[in-house]
């Protein structure tokens, strides 16, 4: 019986206690709130970075793809652009026209 209410009387001891100095009790789990805090201020910091090396590679991967597609359609007009049909309108063009006599050979 004694253990009973020697626990009965920590218990409203320290629920006096509370009731006395509530200060005391906020400040002596301070620092386990700041800790908490800082671990939440670098988790949102490392989530934030995270999204912006994402939102980064998502855009360099478009700009790849955009610079592919431009190599491939140059590389194409060359290509067309060298036949000697096509050179031969261009050449009309500008006024040069094709040679009509075979090349004389020079010894």
Known sequence: ?????SNKEKIQKSES???KNPRENITKHLPFVLFL????LVYIFLTHRTEKKIRKIEHLSREDKELYSE????????LNGSRSSNLEQK???VGIKPATEAPKIVK
């Open 91 to 93: 050449m009309l063009k």
């Open 37 to 40: 805090c800082g671990i939440l």
């Open 17 to 19: 206690d509370f009731a």
């Open 1 to 5: 019986m004694t253990e009973k209410s």
């Open 71 to 78: 190599y491939i359609t140059l590389q194409t007009e060359i």
